[in-house]
T-cell receptor, first 114, second 109 residues
């Protein structure tokens, strides 16, 4: 099985443009997450979804939106990108909401906003 | 506020033992995770502690003291492939993971 896939692998985006980062998992996990990882900082949660049809805000949600139409897909949209959104973005999933369940990570998307 | 502290960088010798510490202050506690992350790759799960004590898994062990807000990851018989960043994360009262910035471990021959 593929686990979690993310697309694109990397992207350079002009400020003000919109973009959707894709995330798909084939493990039938209920919960999914989007994180950003910046040098010198820990992973920071952007948005999460405990089950299909529901989403919640994490620590740094501003400028991002998500949807969870089905179990497998959890896209992250930047409506109008700004340079501070330059980061590595990881999608993750787990069996249940965070609790004691191990999170499985996708390979990441490296985004540069100029 | 919520805070996870771990050393920024550590160096150790191949074949030796290294201990990576993590201290935390969070609103509630529902377990502590350790992940390994090689440069340019995704984090991968190493261990989970929710009760005090030592959990051993091959060359890796993880310890937790909830009263002290403290954990460590112990790596034995170090190999060059253990060169990576090690991330400590705590599940808080809302079951959200709070992540430390990670400890970069450099292994020298």
């Amino acid at each position: 099985t593929a686990g979690i896939t993310q697309a694109p692998t990397s992207q350079i985006l002009a400020a003000g443009r919109s973009m959707t980062l894709r995330c798909t998992q084939d493990m039938r996990h209920n919960a999914m997450y989007w994180y950003r990882q910046d040098l010198g900082l820990g992973l920071r949660l952007i948005h999460y979804s405990n089950t299909a049809g529901t989403t919640g805000k994490g620590e740094v949600p501003d400028g991002y939106s998500v949807s969870r139409a089905n179990t497998d897909d959890f896209p992250l949209t930047l409506a109008s990108a700004v340079p501070s959104q330059t980061s590595v973005y990881f999608c993750a999933s787990s069996d249940e909401g965070q609790g004691g369940n191990e999170q499985f990570f996708g390979p990441g998307t490296r985004l540069t906003v100029l | 506020g919520q805070n996870i502290d771990q050393p920024t960088e550590m160096t150790a010798t191949e074949g030796a033992i290294v201990q990576i510490n993590c201290t935390y202050q969070t609103s509630g506690f529902n377990g502590l995770f350790w992940y390994q992350q090689h440069a340019g790759e995704a984090p991968t799960f190493l261990s989970y502690n929710v009760l005090d004590g030592l959990e051993e898994k091959g060359r890796f062990s993880s310890f937790l003291s909830r009263s002290k807000g403290y954990s460590y990851l112990l790596l034995k018989e170090l190999q060059m492939k253990d060169s990576a960043s090690y991330l400590c994360a705590v599940s808080d009262s809302n079951y959200q993971l709070i992540w430390g910035a990670g400890t970069k471990l450099i292994i020298k021959p």
